[in-house]
């Protein structure tokens, strides 16, 4: 069996190189920003305040990666301007799932009844399997009828946005809290997302219209 090792290989153009650099500058200085000044920030004036969306520990740590994941996605998705609606659309829609994915599971638990001393209905792990089959099956299978929302973003912040409920689970107020964990993270995903995008979308935009108007002139030199 012969392998064509050049296959899996392209040499970039000047121009490639010059647009991938300059973003991927952006996406560490945000990254460098966020985790070293921003958020610890944040954490500071949210501690100082009062309650904002504290966890279940009562305690302030802003989530960061609601705002990684949408870089990952938008590399992921090509560079692609024109697909940054599936990925607000569909992250929204993950992180919405991650909610009706801990009622739906609460309710099969019978919850408030295991707090009243009362027997619950299931178990938590015969409960929680069901619903996330179902929102699973609804992520995956929709993706052929509506892209827009039932896409890698949505799956994506689903699992992520879940990683954390059981904890939440076995709180007496766990929705309440889980609520709260999740706004979190939505407040993370729109406003750190946004401007993360509008940068590297930015970026692109000015040097690609750079670099398109550097050859129409040589061409024309040519001429």
């Known amino acids: 069996m012969n392998l064509d090792l050049k296959s899996y290989f392209k040499k970039p153009d000047k121009g490639t190189l010059l647009v991938t650099g300059a973003v991927f500058l952006w996406v560490f200085v945000v990254n460098i920003s966020c985790v070293s000044f921003i958020f610890p920030a944040i954490d500071k004036i949210l501690t100082a305040g009062g309650k904002f969306f504290p966890n279940v520990y009562n305690s302030y740590s802003t989530p960061t990666w609601p705002m990684f ?23 929204l829609f993950g992180l919405l799932m991650d909610l009706l994915l801990f009622w739906a599971t609460w309710q099969l638990m019978g919850q408030s009844a295991v707090f009243r001393g009362e027997p619950g209905l299931l178990e ?68 750190g997302g946004g401007i993360f995008l509008a940068g590297c979308i930015l970026i692109q935009g000015l040097l690609i219209k750079r670099l398109t108007a550097q050859a129409v002139k040589a061409a024309q030199q040519v001429k």
């Open 124 to 191: 938590f792990q015969y409960a929680f399997i069901p619903v996330i089959f179902v929102i699973l099956g609804v992520i995956i299978l929709g993706g052929s009828v509506c892209p827009l929302i039932f896409n890698n973003a949505a799956f994506a912040y689903f699992v992520a946005g879940s990683i954390s409920i059981g904890k939440f689970y076995y709180t007496p107020d766990g929705m309440q809290l889980y609520g709260r964990d999740i706004g979190n993270n939505f407040l993370v995903f729109i406003i």
């Open 69 to 91: 994941f949408v870089t990952i996605l938008y590399f992921i998705m090509g560079n692609d301007p024109k697909r940054v609606p599936e990925i607000f659309c569909g992250g």
